[in-house]
Each structure stands twice: as structure tokens, then as C-alpha cells.
T-cell receptor, first 112, second 113 residues
Framework: GAGVSQSPSNKVTEKGKDVELRCDPI?????LYWYRQSLGQGLEFLIY????????KSGLPSDRFSAERTGGSVSTLTIQRTQQEDSAVYLC??????????FGPGTRLTVL | GENVEQHPSTLSVQEGDSAVIKCTYS??????FPWYKQELGKGPQLIID?????GEKKDQRIAVTLNKTAKHFSLHITETQPEDSAVYFC????????????FGKGTSLLVTP
């Protein structure tokens, strides 16, 4: 079946612009996660959605970062007033609660 | 919060040899330890995982061991093949902090023919 999909695959933006990254999880998966992977680093947790519960935003690095999950499915990660240090690969994962997390291919964000 | 350390950062082995990657974690409440393989331009893919009530798990050429007392776990790949070349990440999850994973910084494995 279809895996986790993310769009766009690549995004180049100018410093100060806002960007939106999209994640389509696997159908039926109630949990959705966003991670950030900087060059040569591990994955850094950003935010976690589980069903209709309030999201766990404890990993968001600043108030410029926000995310929504509409209808318990698609999620959008928004970065406002982008900075060069926001350049990274943004990975989305989904799972049935507590089970294996399946990752998408990521969105590579470059802030000039 | 949980801190996961992973070693080595790079590993080069000859085809057919074994490869071992080690991770340590800080939170004794962690109870789930997955290993992911990431190929260039792709998202991480789970290759094996272990829960804290088990000391060892094996799946064909891949095995993971867990020492809860010492708070470390290791990935063992036997009879390595060139297609095993990738970046491998360990992770740990603490039951009382949701289901987000805390990742190590990765090991770049190169298997030379």
C-alpha cells in the first residue's frame, strides 16, 4: 500500500519568508510525528499528534514553528520568518499508536 | 530528557565481515529501542527493534542486544553485503513521555567488496 508521502521534496526559500511543508500519513494511522534532520545529525523530534488529543509540541524550537493536522489525516508544518539555521530535512512519520513509525522521504528545506 | 549516544560515527568493513554499532541511553524509564536504516535521499526505515523485557532479538543477519542495567544496546550485522551500506540510527523511547523517539546521531556504514 501507499506509504507516507511528503511535499514538496525540495524547497528553497529566502530568509524571512514563510514556508509550509505537507505530510500525508498512511491511511488508518492515528499518530503523526514531525522530525528535523540537520546535516550529519540525528533526527530531532518536533511535534506529535495522536488522534484528537492535544498535540505534544515540546520539541518545537521556537514560536516560528507550528503544525496542524486536519481531520486526523494530513498535516502541515509551517515555519514563519525562516532563518538560515532552519535549513534541514524535515521528516514526517506515522504509526498506529505505540507501534512502528513509518517515515516519509522528507522535505529538504534550504534557506538562503 | 532522554539522551542517546551512538558510536562509532563511521564504520568501514569488508564484505562478509561483521559490523557492530553501539548506543547508550540516559533515561532508565526507556522501554523501546528501534534501529533504523537510512539510504541516501530516503527516509529512515525500521530494520529491527527490541523492548525492555527482552535481552536479545535476531532477524536473519541482524541482531540487537539490550543491557538494561548498563543502559546500552547494540546492533550486530553479520555477513555484511555492499547493500548494507547506509546510515544507521538507534533510538530510544520513554513510555511516560509520549511516543516520540530520541535518536542517536547515526553511524555511516560502508561495506567494501
Amino acid at each position: 500500500g501507499a506509504g507516507v508521502s511528503q511535499s514538496p521534496s525540495n524547497k528553497v526559500t529566502e530568509k524571512g519568508k514563510d514556508v509550509e511543508l505537507r505530510c500525508d500519513p498512511i491511511s488508518g494511522h492515528t499518530a503523526l510525528y514531525w522530525y528535523r534532520q540537520s546535516l550529519g545529525q540525528g533526527l530531532e523530534f518536533l511535534i506529535y499528534f495522536q488522534g484528537n488529543s492535544a498535540p505534544d509540541k515540546s520539541g518545537l524550537p521556537s514560536d516560528r514553528f507550528s503544525a496542524e493536522r486536519t481531520g486526523g489525516s494530513v498535516s502541515t508544518l509551517t515555519i514563519q520568518r525562516t532563518q538560515q539555521e532552519d535549513s534541514a530535512v524535515y521528516l514526517c512519520a506515522s504509526s498506529k499508536q505505540g507501534d512502528e513509525q513509518f517515515f516519509g522521504p522528507g522535505t529538504r528545506l534550504t534557506v538562503l | 530528557g532522554e539522551n542517546v549516544e551512538q558510536h562509532p560515527s563511521t564504520l568501514s568493513v569488508q564484505e562478509g565481515d561483521s559490523a557492530v554499532i553501539k548506543c547508550t541511553y540516559s533515561d532508565s524509564a526507556s522501554n523501546y529501542f528501534p534501529w533504523y536504516k537510512q539510504e541516501l535521499g530516503k527516509g529512515p526505515q525500521l530494520i529491527i527493534d527490541i523492548r525492555s523485557n527482552v535481552g536479545e532479538k535476531k532477524d536473519q543477519r541482524i541482531a540487537v542486544t539490550l543491557n538494561k542495567t548498563a543502559k546500552h544496546f547494540s546492533l550486530h550485522i553479520t555477513e555484511t553485503q555492499p547493500e548494507d551500506s547506509a546510515v544507521y540510527f538507534c533510538a530510544a523511547r520513554t513510555a511516560n513521555s509520549g511516543y516520540a523517539l530520541n535518536f542517536g546521531k547515526g553511524t555511516s556504514l560502508l561495506v567494501t567488496p
